[in-house]
């Protein structure tokens, strides 16, 4: 082994105990949710996640962004652990607005669907343990050339706190009967499947049943 690849391998190793640091809960969190193509779930579930050294640091990057609070007296300590079998941890909860954080390259015009709806769950968590919640935000944080800080926001006046939870539970089960028999959820091919880590598992499951 060369000097670079020896350098190379250290380094993975180094980001990876930094992305592993924190043990993640079992069972089934908001992020698992907040998709609709809940096969993606399934296979962060089942499979592991095949990062290159460039993949692994960008989790690391984002690992250690989601470690600063965005003020001294946040809200972080009063969200919720669980909610019927659900867990999830908001980045921040502060004056009634629920904060994410999320690293990109590409900062987008509004708040990406994906990510909207994870805050929206986590409102709606919020809201059922009693919490005043009068909107949400969105950190991104632009890890390009240039970064900076780019802030999102939006009202939940028109949401539907219900329905959201409503959602969830279905989700929820039906993500947990996928697991308890071995067998992915429908494919929901969009935009995502290119920034997926399990595409290949996704597509080649499909033709190694084919083949039986």
């Known amino acids: 082994m060369d000097i670079n690849d020896m350098i190379d391998e250290q380094t993975y190793k180094a980001l990876s105990n930094v992305v592993e640091g924190e043990e993640r809960t079992d069972g089934i969190h908001v992020s698992d949710l907040k998709s609709n193509c809940l096969r993606k779930s ?5 499979k592991e996640s095949q990062y290159d050294l460039d993949g692994m ?5 984002g690992k250690l962004v989601h470690k600063f609070e965005l003020a001294p007296n946040s809200e972080h300590e009063k969200s919720f652990e669980e909610w019927n079998g659900i867990h999830g941890t908001p980045d921040d909860v502060w004056n009634g607005v629920v904060i994410d954080k999320k690293t990109t390259r590409n900062v987008p015009n ?29 950190i991104y944080i632009d890890m390009g050339r240039n970064p900076k800080i780019d802030v999102k926001s939006f009202p939940l006046d028109n949401v539907d706190f219900d329905d959201i ?19 992915p959820p429908e494919r929901n091919v969009g935009w995502i499947c290119n920034y997926c880590n399990f595409t290949k598992f996704c597509f080649f499951d499909d033709v190694e049943e084919d083949d039986k």
């Open 42 to 46: 399934y296979y962060h579930k089942v």
């Open 57 to 61: 640091l960008k989790m690391a990057f």
């Open 110 to 138: 509004k708040v990406r669907v994906h990510d909207r709806r994870q805050l929206e769950m986590y409102s709606a968590i919020l809201d059922d343990y009693g919490y005043d919640i009068i909107g949400c935000a969105v």
């Open 165 to 183: 939870r409503e959602e969830m539970l279905d989700k929820k089960s039906t993500l947990e009967m996928h697991l308890e028999i071995g067998e």
